[in-house]
């Protein structure tokens, strides 16, 4: 099973004719006759999600009188919250949020309406990539005024030769000499961008269909107060081998799950670079992009801590090139958990704000424990639990595993009827969903734990992968 349609499977491939606007957005929901507020879909989460917590306690008690009197009672508290009971509570949180989330309609908007945009992007040796992500942009219909700003950061491949091989009107080309990083490289294109909107695009991304279009509709839907709206980002090269069709599933479930519950109760907690759309004068008031390693995390903090919201429009979607090799997709990792405590660092305040999103703040706060305590703790138990020790692997696969699963069920249904919606199609990806499913963790929680101890000990930073 895959997240991409059959008619992505290798770039570059032959562009269809251009497209014609939609007349009306086809995800509209229906209107319901029995509607409840945010906050009440909100406090109704909450107390489920406790509800089951309380339950998955009660029938841990014996596990935890057992693994007491080895451990002792304050080490075996540790171990089984961190193991099973605030895992269960989140993955509860994620199933009746789901259960209740009913996305907003997006309203249609005229061409007349439809404000001016900037796209970014940031291109760094990106010879292979840069063209078909032009040409994307190219075939995307979008009624409203489209400037392009192309950052060549430095470049040591043919990537400046090939962008000087296209001409747009919309298309402009900042070539500079040195390379200074992504944040950098954004910063100088913001400074050249004249629309109201600015939408940051990887150099080796292609986007969707209506993906422009569909994310300023979004934005103009939701609250008032929205300053930025994360896209759907997917795998682009899922089929290069099996750490990709791996990752796959990460994007098609776990991340884009998180993104809509967030959006949901007024907080997506990150905007990525690789496909969002900002409001240009807030990007100017928030400092642009910090010279971090979690520069869109960062920034992303910045913008909540102003106040503001940040939304999701699921059915914006830019397909994106994940890391390759095993060694990139953990730097990868590392990288996007060093730009966590990096935004604790500087925004760490949000943590007493008084609104829904504060809870995900607080969620985040305990991943580092949690992925502790799976590394140092999980691990080790599934080695105990070969040889017939069921300390810690055993009984948690009874809190744990049944709401994982539910999860996992009701995003793979969510996302599968948004991709019927586009004409995308559902591949089958077995094998990676075998991996994802039994090892994903296995590899994934180590590498955080190394990128937070990283940004602790204020280790050199490496950017590496995207």
Known sequence: MSTQAQDWSSYPRPLPPLESAPARPADGERHRRYYLSVRLKFALTVALALAWSIVSYLLARRWLHDLAAVEGNVLAMIMIFGIAILPGFMNAFLVFGLLMDRRPVRRYVSDAELPGITVLVAAYNEEDSILSTIASIERQYYGGTLEVIVINDGSTDGTMDRLRSVSHPWLHVIDLKCNGGKANALNVGLRHATQPLTITLDADSYLYRHALRRLVERYLSDPPNTAAVAGAVLVRNSRQNLITRMQEWD???????????????????????????????????????????????????????????????????????????????????????????????????????????????????????????????????????????????????????????????????????????QGLKVRHNPLGLLVYTLFYGIVLQPGCVLGYASELLKLRKRWGTK
């Open 251 to 421: 994007y098609f479930h776990g991340i884009a799950a998180v993104k809509r519950l967030q959006s949901l109760f007024q907080g997506t907690l990150v905007a990525q670079g690789a496909f969002s759309l900002y409001r240009t004068d807030i990007l100017r008031q928030a400092g642009g992009w910090p010279e971090d390693v979690g520069e869109d995390i960062v920034l992303t903090w910045a913008i909540l801590r102003m106040g503001h919201r940040v939304g999701y429009c699921e059915d914006a979607v830019a397909f994106t090139n994940a890391p390759a090799t095993f060694r990139q997709f953990i730097r990868q990792r590392q990288r996007w958990s060093r730009g966590l405590i990096e935004a604790f660092k500087e925004h760490g305040a949000l943590l007493f704000q008084r609104r829904m999103s504060t809870l995900f703040i607080w969620w985040n706060l305990l991943f580092p424990y949690m992925d502790l305590v799976y590394t140092l703790v999980f691990i080790p138990g599934l080695v105990l639990a070969c040889f017939g020790i069921y300390w810690l692997a055993g009984p948690m696969t009874l809190l744990v595993l049944p709401m994982a699963g539910l999860v996992n069920y009701l995003m793979f249904f969510i996302q599968s009827r948004m991709f019927r919606a």
